[in-house]
C-alpha cells in the first residue's frame, strides 16, 4: 500500500518542473612567487542578466560589447559582493575586476570575471563564500577549484553550503 | 476504495487511454491500473536496475553532505542518497567523476587529474563509509552479487577524458582506481576528441589521433568508451576504432526531440551493429522541445514594463521585492515539464530503430536530469510502470534497465581478456 501511495503521490504530482543544471565556475589560486591571489569566477550570462536586471536576454548592461554600459561593473560588482567573497587569512578581500570577457554562444555565453589580488603574507587559511544565483534558483550549484601549496581541490557551494574554510 | 485511490486510478486509466500500447494479453487487458502498477513494481523489483550516469561525486564533494542521509531534492537540489535509491529500487548506479574542461596545457591536466582523484577517492571514501547498505563494483557480476546482499552497487565513471592531460598511462591508474567507463569529452573540445556543444567547431575532426591511443588503452583495461557529449564524427570514429561495443551513458534519440546531444537514428542502427548500448537520460531539453509559455512570458513582460526605476537607482529593499515578484510569477506559471511519457516515447524509437537490445537508462542525477515523475532516484521506478502501461515485458524491461549494459560491459571485458592472450601469445 506504502508503495502504491508513493505511485500515487507521483502521478498526481503538480509541482515538479525540469530543471536544467544551474552551474557556476570558479577558480581561485594563490600564487606565492607573485604574492598574487587569483580569482576567476565563470557565469551563464543570462543568469548574470536575470539577476541583475531581472530579464535573462537583456542588452541593457551589454557586458564585455562596445556599448557596455558605464554602470554595469558597479552593478555587477554590487550583486558580485552580496553573494560572493574570499578571506584570505581570515581578512575579507576587497575585489576589483581586473579584467572581464565573454565566451560561448547563445544561452551558453559565460561572463568571465578576473580578479588578482596581491597577498604578501603567507596564505595559511582560506574562507570563501560563493552563493552566486541561489537567490534566483533554489538548485544553484557553484563549483569552485582551489589551487593552493601545491595542491588542487573542488569544492561544491549551495544555498545550504554557501560558505566553507581551507586551512592550508 | 479510499476517495484517494479513486482519483488515483481515473488518473492512470486516463493515462492509460491516451498512451501508445503493444499488444496485450487477455488478463493484461482486464487489469486495473492498480494491478498494473503492482505488476509493473514487482518487475522492477525483480531486475537489475543499472543507472549509468549521476554526477553525484559533485556533491559528495560539499562539505558535510552525507550519501547515507535522505534529502528532500526540491529544498536542496539533490537527486541521489543511498536511502532514496532504495525507496526508487535502484540497484546500481555509475557516479562520474567530473571535471569541467580548462586551459588545456601540462598545469591544467595536473590540475584536472588531481581534482579528478579527488572524486574517486570521494566515492570510494562514501562506498567505504557505508558498507552496510552500499558497495563498491568493479565487474558486471558484482551488481548482481550485491543485490543479493541487499546492497547498491557503486560503480565509478569519469566524465570528460581532460584528467587524462596527455598521458596514456593516467587510463591505467583511473582503471586501479576502479573506473570503468570515460566519457571521452564534455562540453568543450579536449586533447582526445571534439565536443558536440564547442563553440569553436570541429578541432579535430572527431576522435583525435592521442583520442584514439586513448580508445585503444581502454580497450586494452577494459573500460568501456562513452560518446555522449562528441560530436557526431566522434561517434562514428569509435565506432571504427573501438574494439569492444561502446556505450552512450547518457543520450537520447534525435529524431524524436532534435538536439545535438541526441543520436540520429543512422547512429542508432550503428550502435546496434557495433553490439552496443544508448542510455536514456532524464534531461528535459533532450527528451521534448519546450513548448512555448505563452501566459508567463507575457506575465513577465508586463512586469517588466511596470518596473519605472532604472536599476542603478533602487534600494536593496526594492531589489529584494522585485526579485520576490519574479520568482512568485515563475512558481505561478511553471514551463510544461518533460515526463516519463517523453522517456517512453525515446525508448519506443531507439527499440523501433536499434533494437531491444541496445537501450538503457543513464538519469544524469545531479548533472541535470530530473523530470516529472523521475525527479530523482527514489522515484526511477515510475519508468518501469511506464514501460508496462506499453506493453513492455519484464524480459524486455530486463534489457532496458540492465541487462544491455552489462552484456557490453562483459563484452568489454571479454576483449580486453582475448588483447591480453594475443600479446602474450
Not at chain 1, 550549484?141 to 554557501?162: C, D, R
Amino acid at each position: 500500500m506504502r508503495v502504491l501511495l508513493t505511485a500515487f503521490l507521483l502521478a498526481i504530482s503538480t509541482i515538479s518542473v525540469a530543471h536544467p543544471l544551474r552551474l557556476s565556475l570558479c577558480e581561485v589560486e594563490y600564487v606565492p612567487k607573485k604574492q598574487l591571489l587569483t580569482v576567476n569566477l565563470k557565469l551563464f550570462l543570462t543568469d548574470v542578466n536575470e539577476a541583475i536586471t531581472f530579464d535573462p536576454y537583456s542588452k541593457e548592461l551589454a557586458f564585455c560589447e562596445p556599448n557596455e554600459a558605464d554602470n554595469a561593473n558597479t552593478l555587477l560588482m554590487k550583486y558580485v559582493n552580496q553573494f560572493f567573497y574570499v578571506k584570505a587569512n581570515n581578512k575579507k578581500i576587497s575585489l576589483k575586476i581586473k579584467s572581464k570577457k565573454l565566451s560561448g554562444e547563445g544561452e551558453n555565453t559565460a561572463l568571465w570575471i578576473y580578479f588578482e589580488l596581491e597577498q604578501h603574507d603567507p596564505l595559511k587559511s582560506l574562507e570563501i563564500k560563493n552563493a552566486v544565483f541561489t537567490d534566483l534558483f533554489f538548485d544553484q550549484n557553484n563549483i569552485v577549484y582551489v589551487h593552493a601549496k601545491g595542491e588542487s581541490k573542488s569544492l561544491m557551494f549551495t544555498k545550504k553550503t554557501p560558505v566553507h574554510q581551507l586551512r592550508f | 476504495m479510499s476517495k484517494s485511490m479513486r482519483y488515483f486510478s481515473f488518473i492512470l486509466v486516463l493515462t492509460l487511454a491516451i498512451s501508445s500500447c503493444k499488444e496485450k494479453t487477455a488478463s493484461e487487458e482486464t487489469e486495473t491500473e492498480e494491478q498494473l502498477v503492482e505488476r509493473a513494481l514487482a518487475i522492477h523489483d525483480r531486475v537489475l536496475t543499472v543507472d549509468t550516469h549521476a554526477d553525484t561525486p559533485l556533491r559528495m564533494i560539499e562539505p558535510g553532505f552525507d550519501m547515507a542521509e535522505r534529502h528532500d531534492p526540491r529544498e536542496t537540489g539533490s537527486k541521489v542518497d543511498y536511502p532514496r535509491m532504495k525507496e526508487g529500487g535502484l540497484d546500481a548506479i555509475f557516479f562520474a567523476a567530473f571535471v569541467a574542461q580548462d586551459i588545456r596545457d601540462d598545469d591544467g591536466n595536473t590540475r584536472a587529474k588531481a581534482l579528478c582523484l579527488q572524486m574517486i577517492d570521494s566515492v570510494i571514501a562514501s562506498t567505504e563509509k557505508n558498507s552496510d547498505v552500499v558497495g563498491l563494483a568493479l565487474n558486471p557480476d558484482d551488481a548482481y552479487a550485491l543485490e543479493k546482499e541487499g546492497k547498491r552497487a557503486i560503480y565509478i565513471g569519469i566524465e570528460n577524458g581532460y584528467p587524462i592531460g596527455n598521458d596514456v598511462s593516467n587510463v591505467e591508474e583511473y582503471y586501479n582506481k576502479g573506473v570503468r567507463y570515460i566519457t571521452l569529452v564534455h562540453s568543450s573540445n579536449n586533447d582526445l576528441a571534439d565536443s558536440a556543444t564547442d563553440q569553436n567547431g570541429t578541432e579535430h575532426g572527431g576522435i583525435s589521433e592521442f583520442g584514439a591511443s586513448v580508445v585503444s588503452e581502454m580497450n586494452r583495461l577494459g573500460i568501456m568508451v562513452d560518446v555522449s557529449h562528441g560530436n557526431d564524427s566522434v561517434f562514428y570514429d569509435a565506432i571504427k576504432l573501438s574494439k569492444a561495443p561502446i556505450i552512450a551513458s547518457h543520450s537520447n534519440a534525435r529524431s524524436v526531440t532534435e538536439h545535438q546531444r541526441n543520436m540520429t537514428d543512422e547512429m542508432l542502427k550503428l550502435m546496434a551493429e557495433n553490439g552496443g548500448v544508448v542510455q536514456l537520460t532524464m534531461l528535459a531539453d533532450y527528451l521534448r522541445t519546450a513548448p512555448p509559455n505563452a501566459a508567463r512570458d507575457s506575465a513577465m513582460t508586463a512586469m517588466r514594463a511596470s518596473i519605472t526605476k532604472p536599476i542603478s537607482e533602487m534600494t536593496d529593499e526594492e531589489r529584494a521585492a522585485l526579485r520576490k515578484s519574479f520568482n512568485e510569477l515563475n512558481e505561478k506559471y511553471p514551463s510544461p515539464p518533460a515526463t516519463v511519457t517523453h522517456v517512453a516515447d525515446h525508448i519506443d524509437h531507439i527499440v523501433k530503430v536499434a533494437g531491444i537490445d541496445h537501450v538503457g537508462i543513464g538519469c544524469d542525477f545531479d548533472g541535470g536530469g530530473g523530470i516529472e515523475g523521475v525527479f530523482d532516484a527514489s522515484e526511477v521506478m515510475n519508468i518501469t510502470i511506464e514501460l508496462v502501461r506499453r506493453g513492455y515485458t519484464e524480459e524486455e524491461i530486463e534489457k532496458i534497465w540492465g541487462g544491455n549494459l552489462i552484456r557490453v560491459f562483459k563484452e568489454v571485458q571479454a576483449v580486453a581478456e582475448e588483447l591480453k592472450t594475443e600479446v602474450g601469445s
